[in-house]
């Protein structure tokens, strides 16, 4: 059962503009959201995380934000770079293990 | 430190052959994580330690799978008689706290991609 979906399983945006990733969640008890990256031939990266208490996150050109009563949160990238190329992993925590979505794959055209 | 390490990086071997995989987590990092990523999905838990107790096995690890960490330090996961269904990237990941929450993120390996031919 996919508790964590995940259901563009790619984007395209240009160079400069916004990209959004959208991720939903079905387990009440997930209370600790992240998204990671990940290149061809590694391991994923921690990118950004929001804990069940905020509604927004924001690191530099990302920022999370968490609809707790929709159960679903989305990932902002602004302006979008051509190294933001990757796939992107929603992820959601129960304190004892994450769960993944299926990934989006991001391609910012130049 | 330089983060999670997984060794080997490939690994193709026959159908009915036994493999070993090997993770060095981050330095004092009390939990480890194995999971499981296919094609076109995202990676799929299978088990975790915290420090060398085994606190979790996901239903997706047959019998032929077992995981160790016996000093609490570095883990090995292996599998026997492989199948071909078992053809994956096998991902290791490591955090530094009890929970996973603020601040105690997990950290993954390169993972190392099986193929059973």
């Known amino acids: 059962d996919q508790q964590v979906k995940q259901n563009s399983p790619s984007l395209s945006v240009q160079e400069g503009r916004i990209s959004i990733l959208n991720c939903d969640y079905t387990?009440?008890?997930?209370?600790?959201f992240l998204w990671y990256k990940k290149y061809p031939a590694e391991g994923p990266t921690f990118l950004i995380s929001?804990?069940?208490?905020?509604d927004k996150n924001e690191d530099g050109r990302f920022t999370v934000f968490l609809n707790k009563s929709a159960k679903h949160l989305s990932l902002h990238i602004v302006p979008s770079q051509p190294g933001d190329s990757a796939v992107y992993f929603c992820a959601a925590s129960d304190r004892r293990r994450l769960s993944f979505g299926a990934g989006t794959t991001v391609t910012v055209r130049a | 430190d330089t983060g999670v390490s997984q060794d080997p990086r490939h690994k193709i071997t026959k159908r009915g052959q036994n493999v070993t995989f090997r993770c060095d987590p981050i330095s004092e990092h009390n939990r480890l994580y194995w999971y499981r990523q296919t094609l076109g999905q995202g990676p799929e838990f299978l088990t975790y330690f915290q420090n060398e107790a085994q606190l979790e096995k996901s239903r997706l690890l047959s019998d032929r799978f077992s995981a160790e960490r016996p000093k609490g330090s570095f883990s090995t996961l292996e599998i026997q008689r492989t199948e071909q269904g078992d053809s994956a990237m096998y991902l290791c990941?490591?955090?530094?706290?009890?929970?996973?929450?603020?601040?105690?993120?997990?950290?993954f390996g390169q993972g190392t991609r099986l193929t059973v031919v």
């Open positions: 929001i804990s069940s208490i905020k």
């Open positions: 990941a490591s955090s530094p706290g009890g929970e996973l929450g603020m601040n105690t993120e997990a950290f």
């Open positions: 387990n009440s008890m997930f209370d600790y």
